[in-house]
Nanobody, 121 residues
Framework: QVQLVESGGGLVQAGGSLRLSCAASGRTFSNYAMAWFRQAPGKEREFVGAISRSGGRRSYADSVKGRFTISRDNAKNTVYLQMNSLKPEDTAVYYC??????????????WGQGTQVTVSS
């Protein structure tokens, strides 16, 4: 089992920045690809970004490309999501996820509880 705990969410004005963190425990963190997803009220969960086990491969949703950066620190068992130039449409609950496979779809084995990000206009 892998336990994931997100933090760093909050309320920010449009154009501002936030950095989300996801701390992992339970298994060898570097064995897992990591990803961020988000779900806005009344909408389906959507892919935000993913990072491979070593951090050498990254992928982003078109809606966040150039504004968000995913990174990881395997020594700290933590994955991050740096979010810049935030827009009201980025408002959602953000979830981190872990899986052996690097993927852009939602078939990740382990999920955190989520952290709320609210962007005011």
């Amino acid at each position: 089992q892998v336990q994931l705990v997100e933090s760093g969410g909050g309320l920010v004005q449009a154009g501002g920045s936030l950095r989300l963190s996801c701390a992992a425990s339970g298994r060898t963190f570097s064995n897992y690809a990591m990803a961020w997803f988000r779900q806005a009220p009344g909408k389906e969960r959507e892919f935000v970004g993913a990072i491979s086990r070593s951090g050498g491969r990254r992928s982003y949703a078109d809606s966040v490309k150039g504004r968000f950066t995913i990174s990881r620190d395997n020594a700290k068992n933590t994955v991050y999501l740096q979010m810049n130039s935030l827009k009201p449409e980025d408002t959602a609950v953000y979830y981190c996820a872990a899986d052996f496979e690097f993927r852009r779809t939602g078939e990740y084995d382990y999920w955190g509880q989520g952290t709320q990000v609210t962007v005011s206009s």
